[in-house]
Antibody, heavy 120, light 107 residues
Framework: QVQLQESGPGLLRPSQTLSLTCTVS??????????WSWLRQHPGKGLEWIGY???????YYNTSLKSRLTISVDTSKNQFSLKLNSVTAADTAMYYC????????????WGQGTLVTVSS | EIVLTQSPGTLSLSPGERATLSCRAS???????LAWYQQKPGQAPRLLIF???SRATGIPDRFSGSGSGTDFTLTISRLEPDDFAVYYC????????FGQGTKLEVK
């Protein structure tokens, strides 16, 4: 059973950099047929895709966040990470990591989520 | 960007009844790239349906998906108490997008 677990600080000041890591267990992040994604959900709102990365290291980003976003992968640690620069209160959200099938793009395994609050 | 519009926003039904949730896309979506999720308060979303009509592992057969092109439907044949939650559709065309969700509540 694949499991994903997000980790990172829960409180940031405006203009700081958000750094989150997702640790994958129960399976290899290098397995064929999947890519590794970040999504977020603003309080009381719907889901927003942030971006994903293939095990080979090629990332794809939501165009609305692309200028501030870096997603990377560390296959030796079975982890992938998100960095979002220059955060504002609008980046306050629950952040999820998830695994997606590269064939259909559906997310079959999710982390439990980590709440990130941006406040001065 | 493909916009997904879900209706109704809230659906009030009783256990044992049939639920029909709609997801309409602003342009055609390949069925391969249409999925449905269930989300309960304080939990991550759970994949129910992928490829518009295939049930994910462990999903009961009272959940079914259908549709093509711009119109997709999630049907729950006989509601159980555990089914009351928020449901999202999602597409992966040129990029990802989600519907705004349908809240299924107890009448």
């Amino acid at each position: 059973q694949v499991q994903l677990q997000e980790s990172g600080p829960g409180l940031l000041r405006p203009s700081q950099t958000l750094s989150l890591t997702c640790t994958v267990s129960g399976g290899s992040i290098s397995s064929d047929g999947y890519y590794w994604s970040w999504l977020r959900q603003h309080p009381g709102k719907g889901l927003e895709w942030i971006g994903y990365i293939y095990p080979s290291g090629s990332p794809y980003y939501n165009t609305s966040l692309k200028s501030r976003l870096t997603i990377s992968v560390d296959t030796s640690k079975n982890q992938f990470s998100l960095k979002l620069n220059s955060v504002t209160a609008a980046d306050t959200a629950m952040y999820y990591c998830a695994r997606a099938h590269d064939y259909g793009g559906d997310f079959d395994y999710w982390g439990q989520g980590t709440l990130v609050t941006v406040s001065s | 960007e493909i916009v997904l519009t879900q209706s109704p926003g809230t659906l009030s039904l009783s256990p044992g009844e049939r639920a029909t949730l709609s997801c309409r896309a602003s342009q055609s979506v390949s069925s391969i790239y249409l999925a449905w999720y269930q989300q309960k308060p304080g939990q991550a979303p759970r994949l129910l349906i992928f490829g518009a009509s295939s049930r994910a592992t462990g999903i009961p057969d009272r959940f079914s998906g259908s549709g093509s092109g711009t119109d997709f439907t999630l049907t729950i044949s006989r509601l159980e108490p555990d089914d009351f939650a928020v449901y999202y559709c999602q597409q992966y065309g040129s990029s990802y997008s989600f519907g705004q969700g349908t809240k299924l509540e107890v009448k």
